[in-house]
């Protein structure tokens, strides 16, 4: 079952937004790592959701993508474009893990994440 692990929120100000959740909701907003300020949202008492907030890119410049883990993402893909998603950008190869970014068919930004 592929689960929710980490949301991605987008914006063209992410400082502006990292100070804004910290300073609401007690968010722990660390330093931008190429641009990406890792985001935890819970504790060891009370865990959360953690994610992370970056500047947009072009092809999703403002908007929160929820991150759903996945065994093999080649599989993953092909059954979203079968059942309606679309591709916004194919799998990635990055260091520890792939991911790849769809709109689901009613024009929800997902991405899927495969550990490797």
Known sequence: MGRVVLFEMNSQDPERA?????????WKIAEPNWGYHSVTTGDDAKSG????????????P?????Q????????AIA???????????????FDGFYLAYLVDPVGNGIGLIQNK
């Open 18 to 26: 990292s100070n804004f959740y910290s300073s609401v909701f007690g």
């Open 62 to 66: 403002h908007g929160i993508r929820v």
């Open 68 to 75: 759903i883990e996945v065994d093999d993402i080649d599989t």
């Open 79 to 93: 059954k979203s474009v079968e059942a309606g998603a679309q591709i916004v950008r194919d799998k990635m190869d």
């Open 49 to 60: 959701i953690n994610g992370g907030i970056s500047k947009g890119p072009n092809d999703y």
